[in-house]
């Protein structure tokens, strides 16, 4: 999840430039860089991370469900993001509006999404008027519930009804979005029939 907004790099750059690129090269290879030199076991640490890191899965649980292992999930995810990150470029959005799609579609498909990464696509949501990113933003605090497992046994088990109204609502709202979108967006067929 941490990498996922680097997804919207291709679209924002062929929307602003490439010194846009460059800026974030740079940015990137600063904050990076003292994670790298400080092991040369980073990469190594970030895969062991990725591999076994779990928690408030959304959708992502239908993937894990339906391919053989939790890696081919994960590829799978990864293949649904890089399509999104290509469609995203070719639209040639504005910056927040990539930014929302990509930074959304990361966290609804994460293995893993903490409370607060929903406060990350806050000010997106908010800036695109969009309401249904707006309300899992509202819905984000119901990843605290069994906190207070956590606090006695060291494992933070999510309760499956938390999962439930966190997921459930937005996706709804979110199918039902887009159904609308999609038909504003395409024609109505024209009538075949003769005229008299």
Do not use: H
Request: glycine share 10%.
């Amino acid at each position: 999840m941490g990498f996922g907004p680097a997804l919207a790099v291709p679209s924002i750059t062929r929307r602003l430039g490439g010194k846009f690129f460059v800026g974030f090269v740079v940015t990137a290879g600063v904050f990076i860089a003292p994670y790298a030199m400080a092991s040369g076991e980073y990469l190594a640490s970030l895969a062991s991370f990725l591999d076994s890191w779990s928690f408030m899965r959304g959708p992502y649980a239908l993937f894990e469900a339906a391919l053989p292992s939790a890696m081919a999930a994960r590829y799978a995810v990864a293949g649904v993001l890089l399509f999104i990150m290509g469609w995203t470029t070719f639209q040639r959005y504005r910056p927040e509006r990539s930014l929302l799609r990509i930074i959304g579609s990361c966290l609804i498909l994460s293995p893993g999404a903490q409370p607060w990464y929903f406060l990350w696509i806050l000010p997106l949501a908010a800036l695109r008027a969009n309401g249904t990113w707006l309300l899992i933003t509202g819905l984000g605090f119901l990843g605290y519930a069994g906190f207070a497992g956590y606090q006695n046994t060291g494992t933070w088990d999510q309760p499956l009804w938390a999962r439930l109204m966190l997921w459930m609502p937005f996706l709804v709202i979110l199918g039902l979005d887009s159904a609308r979108l999609w038909k504003e967006r395409v024609p109505p067929a024209k009538s075949l029939s003769a005229p008299a």
